[in-house]
């Protein structure tokens, strides 16, 4: 029967989907890999111009459909969904979708990448639509990246993401929709949102778009550390704690009195850290930290057994003590002159 509805969706499309056609199928090495090969090998005997381009990411927790780069389906397109996921396939050679002008300089105005996340459902009677009424603002802006679940295909997902009923829309973590929702409403609030209120997951998306200096900016422009950096700093993956660390440096040299600030939350995240991380807080702490922080380090060194942590705590030292005589804010551990003879001899008791 899938196989049926598909070629009669295509049928319907006509020449919409005429012309070479390139898109990604991302496996992830598991079991579930199995239904999204199945259905690309039928799209690609219904569409002979049309190239799937197969590529394994053991790292994605969904195979997913890649129409394009920034829409993301890990469903498999059944009954009255195959429409709007054939329509989405045609926007790949079309020109930009008609929207109303003002939605488009909405659009233009969104700097930073917005993830949003559609929770659909096969026999869901309103989730065709609201992925008709989603991909063409995806079409339309890169920064806009629409990930489209089957959430009876992938019940974990929906689970986790608290999804009850569909369609179901997130952005990011900080809101939701459940219903139908305009694009314009959906896109005011991308725009309009607080970025201080922004999750883990959005910042981490925006570090890993190279944008580390917009975090740091709008820190500084409202004097806030948005409490979900922190995690950031601390983050499992050294990509993402070193991202941030790029951020933190950046508002010691400008700012050093608000990235002082996040000193006190990242202190009390130390003695739950795995170790590697541990050797991160105290880098970071040695560059934003102050004379309280000085003394915490200076009270730990002793009982340090790793060595390497060991000596990221008297790195972290030397920068706060070396800052603390010199008055000046270093922002690389190159940047130390031990033979300066305002550097406080008491430092050099730790290195054995």
Same mark, same amino acid.
């Given at each position: 029967?899938?196989?049926? @509805?598909?070629? =009669?969706? +295509? ?5 919409? *989907?005429?012309?070479? !056609?390139?898109?990604? $199928? %991302? ?59 054939? @329509?989405?396939? =045609?926007? +790949? ?5 008609? *929207?109303?002008?003002? !939605?488009?300089?909405? $659009? %233009? ?244």
């Amino acid at each position: 029967m899938e196989k049926n @509805e598909l070629k =009669a969706g +295509v049928a319907r499309m006509g020449e919409r *989907l005429n012309g070479k !056609l390139e898109i990604t $199928l %991302a496996l992830t090495g598991r079991q579930d890999d199995r239904m999204f090969i199945d259905f690309c090998l039928g799209l690609e005997s219904l569409l002979p111009d049309i190239t799937v381009v197969r590529k394994m990411d053991g790292d994605r927790a969904l195979p997913a459909i890649l129409p394009r780069s920034n829409i993301i389906y890990s469903a498999i397109p059944q009954a009255g969904a195959i429409a709007p996921f054939l @329509e989405i396939l =045609a926007l +790949v050679n079309e020109p930009a979708p008609p *929207l109303a002008q003002a !939605l488009h300089e909405n $659009l %233009a105005r969104i700097d930073i990448p917005a993830r949003l996340t559609l929770y659909t459902a096969v026999h869901c009677p309103h989730c065709p639509g609201m992925i008709r009424a989603m991909a063409p603002i995806a079409a339309s802006c890169e920064n806009i990246i629409l990930t489209i679940i089957d959430g009876t295909l992938f019940p974990e997902a929906a689970a986790e993401d608290q999804v009850m009923s569909a369609p179901c829309l997130i952005l990011g973590k900080e809101m939701r929709w459940t219903g139908n929702v305009a694009p314009s409403e959906v896109v005011d609030m991308i725009v309009n949102q607080d970025p201080s209120m922004l999750s883990v997951s959005s910042l981490k998306t925006i570090l890993e778009d190279g944008k580390a200096s917009w975090i740091a900016s709008k820190m500084i422009e409202s004097q806030t550390i948005f409490p979900a950096f922190v995690e950031l700093l601390i983050h499992p993956t050294w990509s993402v704690r070193l991202g941030a660390m790029v951020v933190l440096e950046e508002m010691v040299e400008t700012v050093p009195n608000l990235a002082a600030r996040i000193t006190a939350p990242l202190w009390d995240t130390f003695e739950g850290a795995d170790t590697t991380v541990k050797g991160d807080i105290l880098y970071a702490l040695g560059q934003a930290g102050d004379r309280k922080i000085e003394e915490k380090i200076r009270e730990i060194i002793p009982s340090l057994e790793d060595g390497d942590l060991k000596e990221a705590a008297i790195d972290a030292l030397e920068e706060l003590t070396t800052r603390s005589y010199t008055r000046h804010t270093l922002t690389s551990r190159n940047k130390k002159d031990k033979d300066n003879p305002l550097f406080p001899k008491e430092l050099r008791s730790y290195k054995k």
